[in-house]
């Protein structure tokens, strides 16, 4: 609870409401100098509302950042890794379809300074190609699709972007994915491109005068990158974005790791695209499939969430630090990851050889 500590001279001047009046329904006074103090009141309380909210805003950005996540001496036990814990996973998917959903940034390639560096390497390429040829993979992503496929370069592969505001199925279709799902193309979030296009130059504006800020125009939602700002400029930088979007009430604000993501208020996330493309794959209702979702963000918690509650699939967070989420295994980092896929991919081609044997 906050407690309001008002400047003396309103709090003498200040007129008591009588005990019939509920607390927050009191109306303004009617004198003169009643008046002056009521609003002057009213902007102590205005100014303490905008700085709670701000304070709010800085602690998240703070806690986004791996330096300030505090140790969990019970948090592996919670969320064991999906290496030592392969034979759970395999031995679940017994009798089921394996369909594999991938964030990008953090898991299939590290975080670096800057996003449009984010190259993954050749053999996580590989790794993701592999698991590619037996299973139903997707990107799921808050980058734009062209972005984020020029980073990938598979062609088989399903990409969400802007956090599943942007899917496309594959253009070379594997054999285990049905042929209607190639063609997949769905934007729930076309008619915002131009108020999204206006709030990213307003925002290059803004915010062109804070060093190591970075706004990314994602087509159907934007990033504000604040991994290369001094901590020091975080409560200017959230300002600078709130005092933008103030006059956008179609946009809200939401926070990743390390960056302030601006996307519709439309009810779409990664984990509506996880339900969308199951659907859509033939799936939906379907209790004999087994999907996997790997991710680092707190935007994959949507997607965690829907697999949780569905009681069907497993997420895992990547992640070196504990950190509340609905993911049921996790992996260090994207080295881990892609050991994991490398596995999965393996594990299938084995099963596939020995039923042919029999």
Known sequence: MTTVVLPEEVMIQMPIP?????????????????????????????????????????????????????????????????????????????????????????????????????FMTASMRAAVKGVAKYFPTAIVTGRCIDKVFNFVKLEELFYAGSHGMDIKGPTKCPKHIKAQAKSILFQPANEFLPMINEVYNLLLEKTKLIPGCKVENNRFCLSVHFRCVEEKRWSG??????????NYPNLRLTQGRKVLEIRPTIEWNKGKAIEFLLENLGFDNCEDILPIYIGD?????????????????FGILVSKFPKETNATYSLKEPSEVKDFLLRLAEWKRFSQRDRLKL
């Open 18 to 118: 009588p005990p019939a009046i509920a607390a927050g329904s009191y109306p303004p006074p009617r004198s003169a100098v009643s008046i002056a103090n009521y609003k002057k009141l009213m902007c102590h309380v205005d100014q303490l509302s905008k700085t709670c909210r701000a304070s709010s805003w800085l602690e998240s950005m703070k806690e986004s950042s791996p330096t300030y996540l505090s140790a969990d001496s019970d948090w592996k036990r919670r969320h064991p890794s999906a290496l030592s814990k392969f034979d759970e996973i395999t031995a679940a998917s017994m009798g089921k379809k394996i369909v594999v959903f991938l964030d990008y940034d953090g898991t299939l390639s590290p975080i670096v300074e800057d996003p449009d560096s984010a």
């Open 237 to 246: 930088l959230i300002e600078e974005v709130r005092s933008v979007l103030a």
């Open 297 to 313: 963000d707190r935007t994959d918690e949507d997607a965690f969430k829907v697999l949780r509650d569905r009681q069907q699939g």
